[in-house]
């Protein structure tokens, strides 16, 4: 089951009190196990109220033809637009769908573009792309039913957006696995200008972390996660460099922004995708057409557990 695959934190008690290195090395361990026994292996996520959604991989990973596909009641769904974004509205939690697990290279991403919108391994240049600036630092996605529009410069920003939907970074320290779509709370954001274009960086946090209770704004992060802030922002800054691309800058000062601002900013994005489903925006090569089924609401409260078969 997922729960017993991905809920590793509760060990890390068991080690606070010892020295530093005995507890990183056993984050290491328990990120290798994880990635041994979940690699290839179909896994579902259900709902408390009916909501099921099988993940289905197909082709070899880091190939060309690899794919994940939601499936539900017989028939693919999007990642993008059959997720419902709201998780649980009483509790502020969002659904956020892991596309790179945390200590991973390969830049999987939701194909936009492709019918159903599956998650896939982007192409750069002819080749699948990997990061060389090294392993990610925290599990990356985004938030479904979200878009950042390309028409549309943000007054904070001054550019336009990328024409994706939203990108997530969670910050726990144990990978989830891509295509797991996991509740989480939003603390914060950083306003990333990526080759001219607005790409803000929301930063959550799993219900399964154990600091989750305490972590309710951005400005706890660095209190219970020391560092973990400078490492996100270090990451975006300069993870293209290696490909011989300028380092990225950051809007506000280079500082992240409050959670108010950041749930702000999602509801801009959502309202985004709304407009982009109703037809007032143009879409271009976007696959939207699952999004006109609109069997998933985001109206209402949606409890999502992600499970391995």
């Given at each position: 089951a997922h729960q017993?695959?991905?809920?590793?934190?509760?060990f890390l008690s068991l080690i606070d009190s010892r020295k530093p290195i005995m507890r990183r090395n056993f984050i290491f361990a328990v990120r290798r196990t994880i990635h041994a026994r979940a690699r290839h292996r179909p896994f579902s996520t259900r709902t408390l109220n009916g909501f099921q959604c099988n993940i289905q991989e197909i082709g070899r990973s880091n190939s060309?033809?690899?794919r994940l596909f939601c499936q539900r009641n017989n028939r693919i769904e999007s990642f993008w637009h059959n997720i419902p974004l709201i998780h649980d509205r009483s509790r502020s939690l969002y659904n956020f769908i892991s596309e790179i697990p945390l200590g991973t290279r390969a830049k999987n991403e939701i194909a936009t573009e492709e019918e159903h919108t599956p998650i896939k391994q982007d192409i750069s240049k002819g080749e699948l792309r990997f990061f060389s600036y090294g392993s990610i630092p925290f599990n990356?996605?985004?938030?479904p039913q979200t878009y950042e529009d390309p028409n549309e410069s943000h007054p904070d920003?001054?550019?336009?957006?990328d024409n994706d939907p939203i990108d997530v970074c969670e910050i726990s320290e144990i990978p989830l696995r891509t295509g797991v779509i996991e509740p989480v709370k939003i603390l914060?954001?950083?306003?990333?200008?990526d080759e001219e274009e607005t790409d803000w960086k929301i930063i959550a946090v799993s219900l399964q972390n154990p600091f989750f209770s305490q972590l309710n704004d951005i400005r706890d992060v660095e209190r219970f996660l020391p560092g973990r802030l400078d490492s996100i922002r270090d990451w975006f800054r300069n993870y293209k460099v290696g490909d011989g691309k300028p380092p990225n800058r950051?809007?506000?000062?280079?500082?992240p922004q409050s959670k108010e601002y950041a749930t702000?900013?999602?509801a801009e994005t959502n309202q985004s995708w709304k407009d982009l489903v109703a037809g007032k925006l143009e879409p271009g090569k976007l696959y939207i057409d699952l999004a006109k089924r609109n069997h998933s609401s985001n109206n209402g409260n949606c409890r999502?557990?992600?499970q391995v078969s």
């Amino acid at each position: 089951a997922h729960q017993k695959l991905y809920s590793g934190f509760s060990f890390l008690s068991l080690i606070d009190s010892r020295k530093p290195i005995m507890r990183r090395n056993f984050i290491f361990a328990v990120r290798r196990t994880i990635h041994a026994r979940a690699r290839h292996r179909p896994f579902s996520t259900r709902t408390l109220n009916g909501f099921q959604c099988n993940i289905q991989e197909i082709g070899r990973s880091n190939s060309r033809d690899w794919r994940l596909f939601c499936q539900r009641n017989n028939r693919i769904e999007s990642f993008w637009h059959n997720i419902p974004l709201i998780h649980d509205r009483s509790r502020s939690l969002y659904n956020f769908i892991s596309e790179i697990p945390l200590g991973t290279r390969a830049k999987n991403e939701i194909a936009t573009e492709e019918e159903h919108t599956p998650i896939k391994q982007d192409i750069s240049k002819g080749e699948l792309r990997f990061f060389s600036y090294g392993s990610i630092p925290f599990n990356y996605g985004c938030f479904p039913q979200t878009y950042e529009d390309p028409n549309e410069s943000h007054p904070d920003t001054n550019r336009p957006g990328d024409n994706d939907p939203i990108d997530v970074c969670e910050i726990s320290e144990i990978p989830l696995r891509t295509g797991v779509i996991e509740p989480v709370k939003i603390l914060g954001v950083f306003g990333l200008i990526d080759e001219e274009e607005t790409d803000w960086k929301i930063i959550a946090v799993s219900l399964q972390n154990p600091f989750f209770s305490q972590l309710n704004d951005i400005r706890d992060v660095e209190r219970f996660l020391p560092g973990r802030l400078d490492s996100i922002r270090d990451w975006f800054r300069n993870y293209k460099v290696g490909d011989g691309k300028p380092p990225n800058r950051f809007s506000h000062d280079d500082e992240p922004q409050s959670k108010e601002y950041a749930t702000r900013i999602v509801a801009e994005t959502n309202q985004s995708w709304k407009d982009l489903v109703a037809g007032k925006l143009e879409p271009g090569k976007l696959y939207i057409d699952l999004a006109k089924r609109n069997h998933s609401s985001n109206n209402g409260n949606c409890r999502v557990n992600s499970q391995v078969s």
